[in-house]
């Protein structure tokens, strides 16, 4: 059964910086069944797609909106993937949710959500 769970959303100043992170269970990154993405949704508006990380490779990619602010990178020995956050601005506030897909089957399962907040 995969499992992914997210911490460290929190409140922060405009201008501050936050770690995401998703622990994934139920497979290993070395095995590169899965890629890694991050989502995330604002009140109101549809569920957006931030950054993505092909495990194995350590191949990223980036939203044009948080192109050269943010940074995704994994630990294969912890199972982990991870979501740099700087400069933040308001508009980055959301739901953050991160995401395993099976580029093989299309297969893909979502963790619970990390809320990031970004107010003065």
């Known amino acids: 059964q995969v499992q992914l769970v997210e911490s460290g959303g929190g409140l922060v100043q405009p201008g501050g910086s936050l770690r995401l992170s998703c622990v994934a269970s139920g497979f290993t990154f070395r095995t590169g069944m899965y890629n890694m993405r991050w989502y995330r949704q604002a009140p109101g508006k549809a569920r957006e797609w931030v950054a993505g990380?092909?495990?194995?490779?350590?191949?990223?990619k980036y939203a044009d909106s948080v192109e050269g602010r943010c940074t995704i990178s994994r630990d294969i020995a912890k199972n982990t993937v991870y979501l740099q956050l700087n400069d933040l601005k308001p508009e980055d506030t959301a739901l953050y949710y991160c995401?395993?897909?099976?580029?093989?089957?299309?297969?893909?399962?979502w963790g619970q959500g990390t809320q990031v907040t970004v107010s003065s």
């Open positions: 990380i092909v495990t194995v490779a350590g191949v990223t």
């Open positions: 995401n395993a897909y099976n580029p093989y089957t299309s297969n893909e399962f």
